[in-house]
């Protein structure tokens, strides 16, 4: 079955600054990739998703990046703000469920 | 508020007691899941239905949880004869057939089992 690893667990930038996070996943025929940003106490919120027929998506900015070849897939954002402060999770799929990564705690710092 | 809806958002309950807990998904979503997240974890999945079918169940799912979608509209999850370990965040989401993957959670029924 497909297994998501996602690093790192914590992420502190300045806020300004770009972060990056980073999924694998094991099983090369998963083709939908989402990642969901999870503020304290609230639902995991989807906040971009790639397909496998892409190797990159934008959305103003937050980015993802897919290396199907690697099984790996990556998501930036750019000009962090304290509001980015969250936990983001990404996903692999298995029969239209979501497998998903541990987590990173990102703190952006004033 | 045309999201997913999940109630109650808290509930603590002793040990030994039954819960149950409803999730209304978004209005002509085809398919329900529903997920559990412990602290410091990613949701991890427990069972889902397509309508009023239930297609599949985690083996996470012990006996003495059920779930059912009797009219393919809202969804129950009930937790018999509770356990400590069942302390969780409870995750409800809906996705339309055609797009099954991209899912939208609802807030989550908090449980405390003391």
């Known amino acids: 079955g497909e297994n998501v690893e996602q690093h790192p667990s914590t992420l502190s930038v300045q806020e300004g600054d770009s972060a990056v996070i980073k999924c694998t996943y094991s099983?090369?025929?998963?083709?939908?990739f989402p990642w969901y940003k999870q503020e304290l106490g609230k639902r995991p919120q989807l906040i971009i998703d790639?397909?496998?027929?892409?190797g990159e998506k934008k959305d103003q900015r937050i980015a993802v990046t897919l290396n199907k070849t690697a099984k790996h897939f990556s998501l930036h954002i750019t000009e962090t703000q304290p509001e980015d402060s969250a936990v983001y999770f990404c996903?692999?799929?298995?029969?239209?469920?979501?497998?998903f990564g541990q987590g990173t705690e990102l703190s952006v710092k004033p | 508020d045309t999201g997913v809806s999940q109630n109650p958002r808290h509930k603590i309950t002793k040990r030994g007691q039954n819960v149950t807990f409803r999730c209304d998904p978004i209005?002509?979503?085809?398919?329900l899941y529903w997920y559990r997240q412990t602290l410091g974890q990613g949701p991890e999945f427990l069972t889902y239905?397509?309508?009023?079918?239930?297609?599949?169940k985690s083996r996470l799912l012990s006996d003495r949880f059920s779930a059912e979608r009797p009219k393919g509209s809202f969804s129950t999850l009930e937790i018999q004869r509770t356990e400590q370990g069942d302390s969780a965040m409870y995750l409800c989401?809906?996705?339309?057939?055609?797009?099954?993957?991209?899912?939208?959670f609802g807030p989550g029924t908090r449980l405390l089992v003391l």
């Open positions: 989401a809906s996705s339309y057939l055609d797009s099954i993957e991209t899912q939208y």
């Open positions: 099983d090369s025929a998963s083709n939908y």
């Open positions: 790639i397909r496998s027929n892409v």
């Open positions: 996903a692999g799929t298995q029969g239209g469920k979501l497998i």
């Open positions: 209005s002509e979503h085809n398919r």
């Open positions: 239905f397509q309508n009023e079918a239930q297609l599949e």
